[in-house]
């Protein structure tokens, strides 16, 4: 097991390069472990702007470099943390 934490900015756009930086460490240099990656992205399911992470870029991102999230493959807007903000709960 290789084990990793990140809490996300604010915006949410740390949140793709940290876990791609992660994924490339883990596929170097410990392809003999399975990664299990702790993740508070801070994503958007209505971004305000472009400056902010949204859920199914999100979820792209996480198809693309063959990731998973415990919500399944294709994890949904819909199914939110109780951290979420009120407004971002739609």
Known sequence: ???GSF???????ATQPVVQAIADLARGSF???VL??????????S???KRYQSVSGFRKFLGEWGLVSSWGPLPSPKSLSDSVPAEDKT
Do not use: C, I
């Open 1 to 3: 097991w290789l084990l």
């Open 36 to 45: 299990l990656l702790g993740v508070d992205g801070n994503t958007y399911n």
């Open 7 to 13: 809490h996300g900015d604010s915006n949410g756009l």
């Open 47 to 49: 971004p305000p702007s």
């Open 31 to 33: 392809e003999d472990h």
